[in-house]
């Protein structure tokens, strides 16, 4: 179905002609480049026209093209590279500005989530480092190691508590730690070197690092402590963070794939669905003169 407007009527543009009993030949040519500044009217290079000749004018000659046909293909390579410029190439503008709006807001809050992550790792990095101990740790194994099943195979961990001003990791022969550690079926894991993200991790993960915080005293091995279960949830919300913010750049990768795809679409919508006719001849007009008549149409298949 086509609906036709028309949006140039007959406008002359009056020339004298030198022979007047002659017929006027009449030739199309277009107005849309005309129109956008890509040319003018009249080509100086080209002598005045000879109507009598029957020679056309300079900007009679027929146009090369109408207008420019949109690159599915590369509307859609705009867009998964920066969602809506595609759209933007295709003139989509509503979506072309939805898909920025959406890939600006998901990178402003990507960052701030993984900041908000880095602050809170900050936060109970240093709550570890105030309220659990290596040392504690290591003399509640050597205490009772034993008494766990393959508790005869641990060994006594050398404990350094006469070196002033030595940090409480290096208090501890971390070697013999780890073969007690590993003695013990029911001790699943060694704890990592100090600073190391697992270490931060275990110790407020597993019941077997409970005895290393300061507020955890001999009794039930499954009870946590008060500090083991509020460092828990700092970690928790730390990583709730991280979790959302790598939900976000999954949400990003999604927003470039559905702007590629749409900007495809909008690009080949363009090429299908619109297009612009113009045109224009010389007629004779009844005094005799010749005159420019132009028009342009365009149309919309549904």
Not at 56 to 66: H, K, T
Not at 72 to 85: D, E, H, K, Q
Not at 150 to 171: C, F, K, M, S, Y
Not at 218 to 238: C, E, H, Q, T
Request: hydrophobic share 40%.
């Amino acid at each position: 179905m086509k609906y036709i407007l028309l949006l140039f009527s007959v406008f002359p543009v009056f020339l004298h002609a030198q022979h007047a009993d002659r017929p006027i030949p009449t030739a199309p040519t277009s107005l849309a480049l005309e129109m956008k500044g890509y040319g003018t009217a009249l080509d100086e290079t080209v002598a005045a026209p000879d109507l009598a000749a029957g020679v056309p004018p300079a900007f009679m000659a027929p146009p090369r093209g109408l207008a420019s046909r949109r690159s599915p293909l590369l509307a859609a390579v705009f867009s998964a590279i920066v969602p809506g410029t595609g759209e933007l190439y295709a003139g989509s503008y509503w979506l072309a500005g939805l898909f920025a709006a959406l890939e600006g807001a998901g990178w402003y809050f990507n960052i701030n989530e993984n900041r908000l992550g880095d602050e809170r790792t900050t936060e109970y990095r240093a709550y570890a480092d105030a309220h659990w101990s290596v040392v504690k740790y290591a003399k509640w194994l050597n205490d009772n190691a034993r008494n766990f099943p393959g508790g005869e195979n641990a060994v006594h961990i050398d404990i350094d508590e006469t070196t002033p001003g030595l940090p409480e990791w290096q208090r501890v022969n971390w070697e013999q730690m780890h073969t007690t550690e590993m003695a013990i079926p029911q001790f699943s894991h060694r704890l990592p070197a100090y600073g190391e993200q697992q270490y931060y991790e275990l110790i407020g993960k597993y019941n077997q690092y409970s005895y290393g915080w300061i507020d955890k005293q001999n009794g039930d091995y499954w009870f946590p402590s008060d500090k083991f279960l509020y460092y828990s949830d700092m970690r928790g919300d730390a990583n709730s963070h991280y979790d959302t913010a790598d939900l976000l750049v999954n949400l990003l990768i999604l927003n470039h794939v559905l702007s590629a795809v749409d900007a495809a679409w909008a690009a080949a919508r363009f090429n299908e669905h619109i297009e612009l006719h113009s045109g224009a001849q010389l007629e004779r007009l009844p005094d005799g003169r010749a005159g420019l008549a132009a028009s342009a149409c365009f149309s919309v298949r549904f």
